[in-house]
Structure formats: structure tokens, C-alpha cells
């Protein structure tokens, strides 16, 4: 090929390049309606999004149907369904159940990698649902300080947790959860912390599952009182949460 050929050549693929939509560091999350539904679908990048009643906003080079951020679409009269799939992924979910709410179910699936989620100041009226998959997971539940307290989160249905392999953690402030509760923390060294701002309405029905046997320092459960009949699991109980999925 002759200089002139390998110029052209060289222009043309620079063009082909700059027609072609680059994919965003962050990756692309999808944001549909299906049957009343709202639809979140993650890819196999490191995602980083914010779900607020105002806004689907993505963080980190994540980009939201290929926008910074849009608003909650029009249309949603049933769950909320989350699928981050692959990537070590970060979602806050901030739904007080106001402008934009959960209608009814809340189902999280984060997938396989270190992923982190929170849940402020969320309502859901009927199930919730989360599995984090397998990786060292954090799953952080609070409220929102208001004028003079906490705006607590609120869990009316079942609340159920499965987080598989994995150093993990789950931890809750200000939170309500009114009917059963299921958390099974599955294999490798865990941790759990409920502290005393949070009020379970079904003690009796709350079931926390630390998973497999563990060598030192094991899975560990912290909680203000011992309103818990159904541990299960666990090897240690630390006085405060600085136990991180079992990490001192």
C-alpha cells in the first residue's frame, strides 16, 4: 500500500470511529416500562446510578438510556425491578413514596461482584425483594434527617435478603419492617446490625441466617437487645457495627 492509499485508509477508519457511539466508562443502564412495571437493566460494566423520585441519575461515567440523568418515566402502576448483572455496581435507591413511589414490589438483583446498595428513606407497601449474588456485597438501609427527626424507611410486606458467597454486609437504621423478615447471608464471613432506631413489628417472624460454619472471627450479628429468637448461624456477637462483613 502506497503512502496515499494509507492515508485514506487511516481517514477512513478515524471517521468510522467517529460515527461509532463509544461505549461510557461507567456503562450504559437501561430504563424501560413493561406491564406497569419500571424496568432498571444494568451491563456487565461497573454501574454507578442514583434512583430518586426526581431522577434516574447515573454517576462515574454511567450513563442512563445514553443521558446523564432522566426522569422517572410515565406509566409505572406496578414493581420496581433493579438488575445490575455484572460489575462491581453502586445503586442508592431514595424513594419516600411521595412524587415517584413504589407501587408495589421492590426487586434488587445486583449481581455477581462487589457491589454496594443503599436504601434511604424507601417505602414499599407490599414484597421486597434483593440478592446481591456472589462477591463481598454491602446493603446499607437508613432514613433521611428531616426538619427535626428521621424520616424513617419503611418495609410493609416481606422483606427478604439473600447475599450467596462473599464477605457481606447488611445493616439498617431508622428503619420499620412490618411484616416477616428472611435474611440469609450465605457462605464466607458475614455480618448483620440492626441498631436501636430501627423497629421490627414481627419479631418472631424475623430470621437472620449467618450461613455455613466460619473459622475466627465467624459471621457476625449486632443488635440493641435480644428481640431476636431466630439467629441462626452465627459465630460472633461485636458490640457495635464497625464488624464489617465479618472484617474487624
Known amino acids: ?22 461505549a461510557a466508562p461507567g456503562g450504559n443502564v437501561r430504563i424501560s416500562v413493561e406491564n406497569g412495571n419500571l424496568i432498571i437493566q444494568g451491563d456487565s460494566r461497573d454501574n454507578n446510578i442514583i434512583v430518586t423520585e426526581g431522577n434516574i441519575t447515573g454517576r462515574a461515567g454511567t450513563t442512563i438510556n445514553g443521558e446523564r440523568r ?82 424513617r424507611s419503611e418495609f410493609t410486606g416481606k422483606f427478604r435478603v439473600e447475599t450467596r458467597s462473599g464477605e457481606d454486609l447488611l445493616e439498617f437504621h431508622h428503619t420499620i419492617f412490618s411484616g416477616e423478615v428472611d ?23 424475623a430470621v437472620f441466617n449467618g450461613g455455613p460454619p466460619n473459622e475466627a472471627p465467624g459471621d457476625g450479628f449486632v443488635a440493641p437487645s435480644t428481640q431476636f429468637p431466630n439467629i441462626i448461624n452465627f459465630e460472633n456477637f461485636p458490640d457495635d457495627c464497625s464488624f464489617l462483613g465479618g472484617r474487624f
Open 70 to 151: 432522566i426522569f422517572p418515566p410515565e406509566g409505572v402502576t406496578g414493581d420496581i425491578v433493579i438488575n445490575m448483572r455484572g460489575g462491581d455496581d453502586f445503586v442508592r435507591v431514595e424513594l419516600p413514596g411521595t412524587n415517584f413511589a413504589v407501587q408495589h414490589d421492590l426487586e434488587i438483583n445486583m449481581g455477581a461482584g462487589d457491589d454496594i446498595l443503599e436504601l434511604l428513606q424507601v417505602r414499599v407497601p407490599e414484597e421486597t425483594r434483593i440478592d446481591t449474588a456472589g462477591g463481598h456485597d454491602i446493603i446499607f438501609i437508613d432514613g433521611v434527617l428531616g426538619v427535626n427527626d428521621y424520616i
Open 1 to 22: 500500500m502506497n503512502t496515499i492509499s494509507s492515508f485514506i485508509a487511516i481517514l477512513a477508519l478515524a471517521g468510522s470511529l467517529a460515527l461509532s457511539p463509544l
Open 183 to 205: 435474611v440469609n447471608l450465605g457462605s464466607g464471613v458475614d455480618g448483620a446490625c440492626s441498631t436501636e432506631d430501627s423497629e421490627f413489628l414481627m419479631p418472631d417472624q
